[in-house]
């Protein structure tokens, strides 16, 4: 009796733990039948991943939905897409895109890292990211990241947990600030909110967030000179996808996606003139 309740519980535990995780159609299910279902997982992000209504947009889903667009014009396979998830963290979303399986992507400001490519796959990146160290307008500037313990001695760091701002600002502490207080939060919408209700406290916040505060005219500033201009945007996939071939051909066809018109249109449209000049500024 023991034994069949331990199996019983093993069973439930394990359809839980499948259950949790997303699947969509590989490359091959999808050519073999003429059809298919990606699942789109997302995390909001400004700009990126938000919504316009009742429906998600931005720099991202219209990048898929040329990609989806792509595939069934130049595939003859006719694709379509769902969403999956609530889009709230950007750590569930992707704890979820790397347990899952098939035709999965991962949407948002999701950094392409050598360690995150052990845990999966990237389709080619769609965008230089700037990440700018931001505090509000009553804070002195920083002239040198070696006067941190000094100009920003009385704030808190503000970070999301599992982003690659949180070890931006792990880094920091180690090399310039050792007595820094860090306070984790759950997603950087979180930290963006924090920093802009808190004139003690800082963060390194991705491009979309400075362009939601400049937007939104919050009495929020960077610090030129904590600029990181280096990585790259991706969509991210399951380590066992097999869409990668027909992503990079994508981005690779009719001279480059990211030459067309159709993708310039896309950052202004999103991102605006502001974000497309220091898109512009950090390429140069």
């Known amino acids: 009796m023991k ?80 969403f999956v998830g609530d889009g709230t963290a950007f750590k569930g979303m992707y704890d979820k895109v790397k347990a899952s399986t098939g035709g999965v992507f991962g949407l948002g400001n999701i950094t392409i890292t050598d360690e995150r490519k052990k845990e999966v796959k990237f389709s080619p990146p769609f965008i230089t990211n700037l990440a700018f160290l931001i505090t509000q307008n009553s804070v002195g500037n920083l002239a040198k990241m070696e006067d941190l313990p000094t100009t920003f001695g009385k704030l808190t760091a503000y970070t999301a947990k599992g982003t690659l701002n949180e070890k931006r600002i792990q880094e920091m502490k180690k090399s310039y600030f050792p007595d820094m207080k860090v306070v984790l939060t759950a997603t950087s919408q979180e930290t963006f909110e924090k920093i802009a209700s808190d004139p003690n406290g800082f963060a390194y916040l991705d491009l979309a967030y400075y362009l939601e505060a400049v937007q939104q005219r919050k009495p929020l500033k960077r610090h030129p000179i904590g600029d990181k201009a280096s990585e790259q945007f991706g969509f991210a996939m399951p380590l066992n996808s097999d869409w990668f071939p027909v992503m990079d051909e994508f981005f690779k066809a009719n001279g480059g996606y990211m030459n067309s018109p159709q993708y310039k249109g896309i950052l202004k449209k999103h991102l605006g003139e502001i974000g497309v000049k220091l898109l512009q500024s950090a390429n140069k």
Do not use: H, P, R
């Not at 259950?19 to 995390?43: C, F, H, M, P, R």
């Open 3 to 82: 034994i069949k309740l331990i199996t019983l519980a093993f069973l439930v535990i394990s359809f839980s733990i499948m259950g949790q995780n997303y699947t969509g159609d590989s490359w091959a299910q999808a050519k073999a039948k003429g059809e298919g279902t990606i699942s789109l997982a997302y995390v909001q992000t400004f700009g990126f991943v938000y919504k316009d209504g009742d429906k998600l947009t931005g720099v991202c889903v219209d990048i898929m939905d040329d990609f989806v667009k792509f595939v069934n014009e130049k595939k003859q396979v006719k694709l379509t897409s769902q």
